[in-house]
T-cell receptor
Framework: GAVVSQHPSWVICKSGTSVKIECRSL??????MFWYRQFPKQSLMLMATSNEGSKATYEQGVEKDKFLINHASLTLSTLTVTSAHPEDSSFYIC???????????FGPGTRLTVL | GQQVMQIPQYQHVQEGEDFTTYCNSSTTLSNIQWYKQRPGGHPVFLIQLVKSGEVKKQKRLTFQFGEAKKNSSLHITATQTTDVGTYFCAGQGNQGGKLIFGQGTELSVKP
């Protein structure tokens, strides 16, 4: 149990285009989902926290107009990178937690490359 | 803001040697979690420590939470090649709050 999927697993796009990444909790209801960004050989940096049905809370320095997060249901959250640029190339990982449980279940990640 | 520091950044050991990674928070934590990320993979939850001075064991892995709930360690006894990966600690200031990840310790094991 507690499986989180992400789609796509990798994507290559041209500069200026928008990319949508989906995060799904497959066998549990995720009241809260988190979006992280990880550069090579570096730690996970929290970008935003999203709760179902409400606006996401963004971390300091993360542009909410550039990284659009939607958590429309208890099993799906999406991250849209708008007008992507090469510096947005990174590994994006989502995680989900169920209610009061502390454990976060991570998705397999999406590797974004912007040319 | 809350910061979580982790050392060392890298550790190269011979198979059979022990390994320890240390984690220190700038503020008191409600709990600390440990994750393992294999090369090319995603973080996988290992354990959570909640109580002051808590010690938990998982086979060859021993996790400790400091008395002041500001530091933690992970010790692996007699490393194996399957232990290869990056180990992250992640501190939580309040229950249900966001996790702040340490920088991670990359472990490589030479057979």
């Amino acid at each position: 149990g507690a499986v989180v999927s992400q789609h796509p697993s990798w994507v290559i796009c041209k500069s200026g285009t928008s990319v949508k990444i989906e995060c799904r909790s497959l066998d549990f209801q995720a009241t809260t989902m988190f979006w992280y960004r990880q550069f090579p050989k570096q730690s996970l940096m929290l970008m935003a926290t999203s709760n179902e049905g409400s606006k996401a809370t963004y971390e300091q320095g993360v542009e909410k107009d550039k990284f659009l997060i939607n958590h429309a249901s208890l099993t799906l959250s999406t991250l849209t990178v708008t007008s992507a640029h090469p510096e947005d190339s990174s590994f994006y990982i989502c995680s989900a937690k169920n209610g009061r449980k502390y454990e976060q279940f991570f998705g397999p990640g999406t590797r974004l490359t912007v040319l | 803001g809350q910061q979580v520091m982790q050392i060392p950044q890298y550790q190269h050991v011979q198979e059979g040697e022990d390994f320890t990674t240390y984690c220190n928070s700038s503020t008191t934590l409600s709990n600390i979690q440990w994750y393992k990320q294999r090369p090319g993979g995603h973080p996988v939850f290992l354990i959570q420590l909640v109580k002051s001075g808590e010690v938990k064991k998982q086979k060859r892995l021993t996790f400790q939470f400091g008395e002041a709930k500001k530091n933690s360690s992970l010790h692996i006894t007699a490393t194996q090649t399957t232990d290869v990966g990056t180990y992250f600690c992640a501190g939580q200031g309040n229950q249900g709050g966001k996790l702040i990840f340490g920088q991670g310790t990359e472990l490589s094991v030479k057979p």
